[in-house]
C-alpha cells in the first residue's frame, strides 16, 4: 500500500512558475515508477509525465514538453513537477500517482495508487 498526498498548487499568473511534490509514505517507494496526470473541468483526467523508479528516464506530454520536468528524491520519497511558463490552459486539479513496476507508462490504466490532487490554476 502507497499514500500519496500533493502539495505546492496555487495561483499563478501566466508565465509564472510552480513547484509540486507529491510525498509517499508506506513500502519501497523506490520500487515505482510515478506520475503526474491533470484533469481540468469538464475533461477527462490525462497525462503529464512520468518518471521511472530510479529517475533516469522521463516522458512527457507533447503539450507540456520543454516546459515541465519531472524528479524525483527516493531518499525522500518524493516526487516532483516544476512547471514553467505556465500557461491559462494547464489550469487543472494535479495528481501523483504510483505504478508498480520496471516501466514509465503513460496509461492512467496502469496506475496502481493516486493522490487526491492540487488545485493549479493560471491565470490570463
Known amino acids: 500500500q502507497v499514500q500519496l498526498v500533493e502539495s505546492g498548487g496555487g495561483l499563478v499568473q501566466a508565465g509564472g512558475s510552480l513547484r509540486l511534490s507529491c510525498a509517499a509514505s508506506?513500502?519501497?517507494?523506490?520500487?515505482?515508477?510515478m506520475g503526474w496526470f491533470r484533469q481540468a473541468p469538464g475533461k477527462e483526467r490525462e497525462f503529464v509525465a512520468t518518471?521511472?523508479?530510479?529517475?533516469?528516464?522521463?516522458d512527457y506530454a507533447d503539450s507540456v514538453k520543454g516546459r515541465f520536468t519531472i524528479s524525483r528524491d527516493n531518499a525522500k520519497n518524493t516526487v516532483y513537477l516544476q512547471m514553467n511558463s505556465l500557461k491559462p490552459e494547464d489550469t487543472a486539479v494535479y495528481y501523483c500517482?504510483?505504478?508498480?513496476?520496471?516501466?514509465?507508462?503513460?496509461?492512467?490504466?496502469?496506475?496502481?495508487?493516486w493522490g487526491q490532487g492540487t488545485q493549479v490554476t493560471v491565470s490570463s
Open positions: 508506506g513500502r519501497a517507494f523506490s520500487s515505482y515508477a
Open positions: 518518471i521511472s523508479w530510479s529517475g533516469g528516464s522521463a
Open positions: 500517482a504510483a505504478h508498480y513496476g520496471s516501466t514509465w507508462p503513460r496509461s492512467l490504466n496502469e496506475y496502481d495508487y
